[in-house]
Nanobody, 123 residues
Framework: QVQLAESGGGLVQAGDSLRLSCAASGRTFGSYVMGWFRQAPGKEREFVAS????????HYADSVKGRFTISRDNAKNTVYLQMNSLKPEDTAVYYCAVRRGSMSSYGSDYAYWGQGTQVTVSS
């Protein structure tokens, strides 16, 4: 079993930055992929970014490429999402998730999910 706990959300203004954290526990993560997803009110959940637990492979949604950076600290079992130049359309609940295997941008491929953290960007 894997437990995930997100933190770092909040209310910011357009152009500001936030860093989200996702602390993972419960088992080792050698061949795992960590992903960030988000869901805005009335919209479907969408992929944001993913990173392999070993190595440095990353993947981003086009909507956040160049503004968001995903990273991890293996010693702390924590994945981060640095969000810069935030826009009102980035407002959503952000979730981290984990899957075993290769990179994927499909939420259905991820087996474990956190509870989410709210990010609100005012204009």
């Amino acid at each position: 079993q894997v437990q995930l706990a997100e933190s770092g959300g909040g209310l910011v203004q357009a152009g500001d930055s936030l860093r989200l954290s996702c602390a993972a526990s419960g088992r080792t993560f050698g061949s795992y992929v960590m992903g960030w997803f988000r869901q805005a009110p009335g919209k479907e959940r969408e992929f944001v970014a993913s990173i392999t637990w070993i190595g440095s492979s990353t993947h981003y949604a086009d909507s956040v490429k160049g503004r968001f950076t995903i990273s991890r600290d293996n010693a702390k079992n924590t994945v981060y999402l640095q969000m810069n130049s935030l826009k009102p359309e980035d407002t959503a609940v952000y979730y981290c998730a984990v899957r075993r295997g290769s990179m994927s941008s499909y939420g259905s491929d991820y087996a474990y999910w956190g509870q989410g953290t709210q990010v609100t960007v005012s204009s």
